[in-house]
T-cell receptor, first 113, second 110 residues
Framework: ETGVTQTPRHLVMGMTNKKSLKCEQH?????MYWYKQSAKKPLELMFV???????ENNSVPSRFSPECPNSSHLFLHLHTLQPEDSALYLC????????????FGQGTRLTVV | RKEVEQDPGPFNVPEGATVAFNCTYS??????FFWYRQDCRKEPKLLMS???SGNEDGRFTAQLNRASQYISLLIRDSKLSDSATYLC???????????FGKGTRLSVIA
């Protein structure tokens, strides 16, 4: 148990569906991250939120829409995805300004059919 | 220079070998540093924090060179179970989120 919880763990969705991924942390961290990892590829940073404000958006297509309603929760809303969006989506949190590490959730394995 | 840069590998080494990875970072005021390990299809997990004096945990040694702006990870007596991707993580100054490297892939071969 890392303190960062992602749901669902697995998701299969059609290209016309709308779904959301959820990430929750109760570590008191102020920064939260979404990463995408395709098969055998490195982590790709998608979004970073710090104090509920988006501080980084790495040229992610608009079919991915993040939401950070408070510092404990982070969502990734998915709409009209493509099969190449199938990947492991990882959430992480950290406390900027401290000397401590980031913690990852176990990820959501997404398959787009 | 990229914020955090690692050689992607793969490093293919025989069991029992010693292998070292370096990671360079661009912001000289970075505050703290970490090595993570990621197994296939799993989330990254903290392996070691890197202190200015260097630190050792069993077969693993991490060192920081602030003058040259790199951190290193040394693995002695490699085991098959060490096969994974090793991620370098840098904590920039101020209230800035952590920056992850792309990782170095290690395969230990029997």
């Amino acid at each position: 148990e890392t303190g960062v919880t992602q749901t669902p763990r697995h998701l299969v969705m059609g290209m016309t569906n709308k779904k959301s991924l959820k990430c929750e942390q109760h570590l008191g961290h102020n920064a939260m991250y979404w990463y995408k990892q395709s098969a055998k590829k490195p982590l790709e940073l998608m979004f970073v939120y710090s104090l509920e404000e988006r501080v980084e958006n790495n040229s992610v297509p608009s079919r991915f829409s993040p939401e950070c309603p408070n510092s404990s929760h982070l969502f990734l809303h998915l709409h009209t995805l493509q099969p190449e969006d199938s990947a492991l989506y990882l959430c992480a949190s950290s406390q900027p300004g401290s000397y401590t590490e980031a913690f990852f959730g176990q990820g959501t394995r997404l398959t787009v059919v | 220079r990229k914020e955090v840069e690692q050689d992607p590998g793969p490093f293919n080494v025989p069991e029992g070998a010693t292998v070292a990875f370096n990671c360079t970072y661009s912001n000289s005021a970075s505050q703290s540093f970490f090595w993570y390990r990621q197994d296939c299809r799993k989330e990254p997990k903290l392996l070691m924090s890197v202190y200015s004096s260097g630190n050792e945990d069993g077969r693993f040694t991490a060192q920081l060179n602030r003058a040259s702006q790199y951190i290193s990870l040394l693995i002695r007596d490699s085991k098959l179970s060490d096969s994974a991707t090793y991620l370098c993580v840098v904590n920039p100054p101020g209230n800035t989120p952590l920056v992850f490297g792309k990782g170095t892939r290690l395969s230990v071969i029997a």
